[in-house]
């Protein structure tokens, strides 16, 4: 699949759920990037400045981004994702916490972050600094990213003029229903594996584990519920194939 548009791209995480942002063929997993170059075996340069498909791509998900259809944020191991609108409720009940959870799962400076968006709304970086107090850039940007991974903040739009700056706002601003969604973790996980099943055609022993950091028993669980389901065939140990595939 080939993209050249915000629209291109909202089309794709619309069909197979979810994908990463400017990451290459070595995360094994689709991105923007790869859709843009439309190679499957796509590598970013080291100049990615200089390189035309990497500056499209990056074109095209601040455009995404300000376009707030789909989800985006660094949600896992520190890359950043975009989302399906359904599949919202599915990372928030893995990733997310509670808001009365808060208290006991976020860091400090993660709490006055959110303390300051909550009363502000939106805010952009170096204002939202300057708002919590915090003297040292590394303290904002370790914050920011708890609160994503959380999936308790999100950039709305990227600017360049007059200087480079997020500005960042509350996810249940941007998705209150899908994030007001209720689902206990198992089904989450199992609905994950089904996704990415249907996304892969075929899963190997551990790799469901290796993408999101599930224990390999709550792997194995979901995908042998797929199997019951009549979902997905079981090949050998560890290794799932989509029953649709002869």
Known sequence: MKVDSAEDVEAMVDEIGFCLGLTDARKGLPSVYIAVCGRRDAHLPRNVQKDYEASRAWVIKD????????????????????LAPRMIPIFNAIWGCSRKGEAGILSKNAQLVLKVLRKEWEMATADLRTECGFKEKKDLTNALDELQRRMKVVPQEVLYVPKFTYIWTLAEAR????????????????????????MCGMTLLGELSGKFGFQRWESGRANHQLVNEGFAERLTTGVYKLSSIF
Not at 73 to 80: D, E, H, N, T, V
Not at 177 to 197: F, G, I, N, Q, S
């Open 63 to 82: 455009e995404v981004i300000a376009r707030g259809r789909l989800y985006y944020a660094k949600l896992l191991k520190g890359k950043s994702w975009f």
């Open 175 to 198: 998705f209150p229903e899908e994030l007001a969604v209720k689902m206990p973790r198992d089904e989450a996980v199992h609905e994950l594996a089904k996704t990415y099943l249907e």
